[in-house]
């Protein structure tokens, strides 16, 4: 089956800083979602984007099918940014969704 | 957008009696919905895809006859962990959505059995 990895697993930041995660991809996929999962458990949807590049405020996701990545990016990063980011694919003829084993983010004061 | 009710958010129940978890899609309808089940500090690992009107489908090493599934509407799928056992326990979260938009999950439900 499609194998999905995420890197770094654990990512510590000041507030304020930038930072870049990756999730990549072992095979073609029509369905890319982000997600942050807080501490309560809540998966909160950050980008469908299985393509292309989308902006939501200090958020920006670009997916990169040809070349089986996508990266997340966080800029100006809050305490409340904290939390395990997932990299979820799906692919043609199916509706499931396989997700990566997350990157845990830490934003200190 | 897609809102997904997960209902109880959090259970404790004694070994060998059977919980409940119902997941409900609010604003539109799902005729296929995802349970699954993440263990701490771990990613979700799907358990089955719940299927209106017909059986649901389960992922390889998932227990059926622990892990029922009925989803007899278009908005209300629920998983019923029978005869519980401290291994069940687990945060359980349920999916629904499509390929086009993308998926929504509801909000989890953490199980301790006791």
């Known amino acids: 089956g499609i194998q999905v990895e995420q890197s770094p697993p654990d990512l510590i930041l000041q507030e304020g800083a930038n930072s870049t995660l990756r999730c990549n991809f072992s095979d073609s996929v029509n369905n890319l979602q982000w997600f942050h999962q807080n501490p309560w458990g809540q998966l909160i949807n950050l980008f469908y984007?299985?393509?292309g590049t989308k902006q939501n405020g200090r958020l920006s996701a670009t997916t990169v099918a040809t070349e089986r990545y996508s990266l997340l990016y966080i800029s100006s990063s809050q305490t409340t940014d904290s939390g395990v980011y997932f990299c979820a694919v799906g692919w043609s003829g199916s509706e499931k969704l396989v997700f990566g084993k997350g990157t845990k983010l830490t934003v200190n004061p | 957008g897609a809102v997904v009710s997960q209902h109880p958010s959090r259970v404790i129940c004694k070994s060998g009696t059977s919980v409940k978890i119902e997941c409900r899609s609010l604003?539109?309808?799902?005729?296929?919905m995802f349970w699954y089940r993440q263990f701490p500090k771990q990613s979700l690992m799907l358990m089955a895809t719940?299927?209106?009107?017909?059986?649901?489908?389960?992922e390889q090493g998932v227990e059926k006859d622990k892990f029922l599934i009925n989803h007899a509407s278009l908005t209300l799928s629920t998983l019923t962990v029978t005869s519980a056992h401290p291994e069940d326990s687990s945060f359980y979260i349920c999916s629904a959505g499509d390929r086009v938009y993308g998926y929504t999950f509801g909000s989890g439900t953490r199980l301790t059995v006791v």
């Open positions: 604003d539109f309808q799902a005729t296929t």
């Open positions: 984007i299985p393509s």
């Open positions: 719940s299927n209106e009107g017909s059986k649901a489908t389960y």
